[in-house]
């Protein structure tokens, strides 16, 4: 019992394990690609896009350890956030001298941003049909 448990969690940390280290490895792809060949790109764009090249060729299985890896990173995300925040503190002149141009900016590109899921939710809406 207690060894079919432990295989058990072997698993799942394989699959989240997994998971993260394409995440990162594509990224990383990425980055080479942007250094060799398209500086005028970023890295972590070239390596979303050839991830999702992968997942449209290898189809479910590798979406879902993406996708389980992906998870756990967002279960933890609001960790991220704290050097961040500690660093905008660090340096309070500067958002005292910019800040009001700071929070128009932060304000219109989360109205954007608000905008745009709001019309891919009403068209993934009129999209499903019920029954």
Known sequence: MIKAILVLIEVFMITY???ILLVIGFYLL???VHEF???WLPGSII???LLFGVFVIFG???VRWVKEGAELFIRYLPLFFVPVTVGVLQYEHLV???GLAFFA???????FVMLFVAIMMDRKAG???CG
């Open 127 to 129: 999209d499903s049909t």
């Open 37 to 39: 060949l398209l500086p």
């Open 30 to 32: 990425g980055e080479t």
């Open 17 to 19: 394990i997994l998971g």
């Open 47 to 49: 390596g979303m896009v």
């Open 96 to 98: 005292s001298w910019f």
């Open 60 to 62: 479910d299985r590798l």
């Open 105 to 111: 900016l932060l304000f219109i590109s989360s109205l």
